[in-house]
């Protein structure tokens, strides 16, 4: 069956770009993750959704980072005014369970590189 | 805050030796789950432990839980070309709606 995926699979930004990412995570999956992973590192936890609802948004580096899933479906982040700091690969992660504990399935990523 | 720290970084051995990561939390957790990312790839899920000295096996693969729930690791028996790649810990300590904290990965390369 389909995965997780995301688009775009590259973005390239110049600074001071804004930029939005999507995820479609897989069909019923109630828990939504995203995360952050910078070369060489493990993903970083940005934010978390259940259905619809923003849980938890203690990861998210500044303000200028924004999270939706209006439809408790697919999900968009958004960074405005994107600065150097912010390439990296952007995942995003689906679970069936609604506590986010157990088995997450990742999607291929977003590598943005701001220039 | 929650930190996962792994070791080694980085690790080399030749086809057919054995391999073993650790992984250590500076608190208490829920649950640990471990995950592989082949290079280029996304993570992809091994297992999920959650009972005190829990042991599971996966073929070559044997993860284990510690007794106080603050460490893990995880052995694979005579390598092969196809484990290659980064094993990454995430714990959870039941919190924070289960948010997963990512130790930095342990990067493996198999020589044949």
């Known amino acids: 069956g389909a995965g997780v995926s995301q688009s775009p699979r590259y973005k390239v930004a110049k600074r001071g770009q804004d930029v939005a990412l999507r995820c479609d995570p897989i069909?019923?999956?109630?828990?939504l993750f995203w995360y952050q992973q910078a070369l060489g590192q493990g993903p970083e936890f940005l934010t978390y959704f259940q259905n619809e609802a923003q849980l938890d948004k203690s990861g998210l580096p500044s303000d200028r980072f924004f999270a939706e899933r209006p439809e408790g479906s697919v999900s968009t982040l958004k960074i405005q005014r994107t600065q150097q700091e912010d390439s990296a690969v952007y995942l995003c992660?689906?679970?069936?369970?609604?506590?986010?504990?157990?088995?997450?399935?990742f999607g291929p990523g977003t590598r943005l590189t701001v220039t | 805050g929650q930190q996962v720290m792994q070791i080694p970084q980085y690790q080399h051995v030749q086809e057919g030796e054995d391999f073993t990561t650790y992984c250590n939390s500076s608190t208490t957790l829920s649950n640990i789950q471990w995950y592989k990312q082949r290079p280029g790839g996304h993570p992809v899920f091994l297992i999920q432990?959650?009972?005190?000295?829990e042991v599971k096996k996966q073929k070559r693969l044997t993860f284990q839980f510690g007794e106080a729930k603050k460490n893990s690791s995880l052995h694979i028996t005579a390598t092969q070309t196809t484990d290659v790649g980064t094993y990454f810990c995430?714990?959870?300590?039941?919190?924070?709606?289960?948010?997963?904290?990512f130790g930095k990965g342990t990067k493996l390369s198999v020589k044949p």
């Open positions: 069909s019923g999956h109630v828990s």
């Open positions: 432990l959650v009972k005190s000295g």
């Open positions: 995430a714990g959870s300590d039941g919190g924070s709606q289960g948010n997963l904290i």
């Open positions: 992660a689906s679970s069936l369970r609604a506590s986010g504990v157990g088995e997450q399935y």
